[in-house]
């Protein structure tokens, strides 16, 4: 079975403080990506990964940056934490040359930032 | 814009069938994707429909029409774990999925 973990299922940081997110899938997949989730919207892109040390913005990447030095290991940075990046965070990866290409999803992070 | 439609919640009884839809308007079109996700859960993949069409996979089914923008999942002799909140994504042009806001799917006995 494909498995995406992240590093906490929950996390309570303080407004201004650095924060990171961890994830890591076994399954060599070459596309890694973080999302966030907020109720009564869709999934946001915020960065992702098609390689080592390659790394494209989506649609949210303000206040975040990204890390991935290992093709299993693809991190999320919030420089300076704030308010409105309480969210649920997951991480997914995928394939590239396959069918469909459905991204298989991590557990998820919920951050909330007082 | 991109934009994907669904309805915010739905409710039906167990044993019986549900379509949820989904209708998009987006920049390009490479396939269309259903994912279900429990409450606190990830998002787990259920289906993909590139072509035009019905895609049938046990209690589940998945109807794609490219030329008006519109698919369903149908879900026949509904069960109690089916509540769940079920997600449409689109993937674009640049192959990047554009994500709905998902159908909460409520079961009663």
């Known amino acids: 079975d494909v498995k995406v973990t992240q590093s906490s299922r929950y996390l309570v940081k303080r407004t201004g403080e650095k924060v990171f997110l961890e994830c890591v899938q076994d399954?060599?997949?070459?596309?890694m990506f973080w999302y966030r989730q907020d109720p009564g919207l869709g999934l946001r892109l915020i960065y992702f990964?098609?390689?080592?040390?390659?790394?494209e913005k989506g649609d949210i990447p303000e206040g975040y940056s990204v890390s991935r030095e290992k093709k299993e290991r693809f991190s999320l940075i919030l420089e300076s934490a704030s308010t409105n990046q309480t969210s649920m965070y997951l991480c997914?990866?995928?394939?590239?040359?396959?069918?469909?290409?459905?991204?298989?999803f991590g557990p998820g992070t919920r951050l909330t930032v007082l | 814009g991109q934009n994907i439609d669904q309805p915010t919640e739905m409710t039906a009884t167990e044993g019986a069938i549900v379509q949820i839809n989904c209708t998009y308007q987006?920049?390009?079109?490479?396939?269309l994707f259903w994912y279900q996700q429990h409450a606190g859960e990830a998002p787990t993949f259920l289906s993909y429909?590139?072509l035009d069409g019905l895609e049938e996979k046990g209690r589940f089914s998945s109807f794609l029409s490219r030329s008006k923008g519109y698919s369903y999942l149908l879900l026949k002799e509904l069960q109690m774990k089916d509540s769940a909140s079920y997600l449409c994504?689109?993937?674009?042009?640049?192959?990047?999925?554009?994500w709905g806001a998902g159908t909460k799917l409520i079961i009663k006995p």
């Open positions: 990964s098609y390689d080592v040390k390659m790394k």
């Open positions: 997914a990866s995928s394939w590239t040359s396959h069918w469909g290409n459905e991204q298989f």
């Open positions: 994504a689109v993937r674009d042009s640049n192959y990047q999925l554009i």
């Open positions: 399954m060599d997949h070459e596309n």
């Open positions: 987006t920049s390009g079109f490479n396939g």
């Open positions: 429909n590139v």
